[in-house]
């Protein structure tokens, strides 16, 4: 397995990795090809792949405000999980996010990913069952 940065002729294979891995995208706000080039030339470091054979088999993004680093949309084809790929991607995107800076590392987990919930949990990762988390959003698709 190959990790490397991912630029935006990669964007067909993100989705292809969050089409397969079953999580939601917003293709025409967030997550369209012209919001993941912006966020992509923002800081191309936080995107991060795991190839084999040239073939993108999984993916996470990093992002950061200016309290702490955040891990997002972290996704592994269904025929690779469980073999410690999304652990990798974890391990290398902490490393730069510590690299700027950051001692506050955090992620949101929708109910009923148990899978991710263990991965996180066993990576020291601690979880507060008294924050409720709110968002305000211009519409659906952001």
């Known amino acids: 397995m190959e990790l490397r940065t991912l630029a935006p002729k990669d964007y ?29 030339e923002l800081d191309p470091e936080m995107f991060l792949g795991a190839f084999e054979d040239s073939q993108m088999i999984g993916m996470i993004m990093g992002s950061y405000d200016s309290r702490k680093g955040w891990l ?13 790929i999304a652990r990798v991607l974890v391990e290398e995107m902490e ?13 949101l987990i929708e109910d009923g990913h ?25 519409d659906s698709d952001v």
Request: charge should be positive; glycine fraction near 8%.
């Open 12 to 40: 067909d294979a993100i989705i292809d990795i969050w089409n397969r891995a079953g999580l939601p995208f917003k293709p025409i706000g967030r997550d369209s090809l012209e919001e993941i080039i912006r966020q992509i």
């Open 95 to 107: 490393k730069r996010l510590k690299a700027k800076g950051f001692r506050i590392i955090a992620t």
């Open 114 to 138: 148990e899978a991710s919930m263990a991965l996180f949990k066993k990576a020291g990762y601690v979880v507060h069952d008294d924050i409720t988390y709110l968002t305000k959003r211009e």
């Open 72 to 84: 997002n949309r972290l996704a592994v084809v269904p025929e690779h999980q469980g073999k410690g």
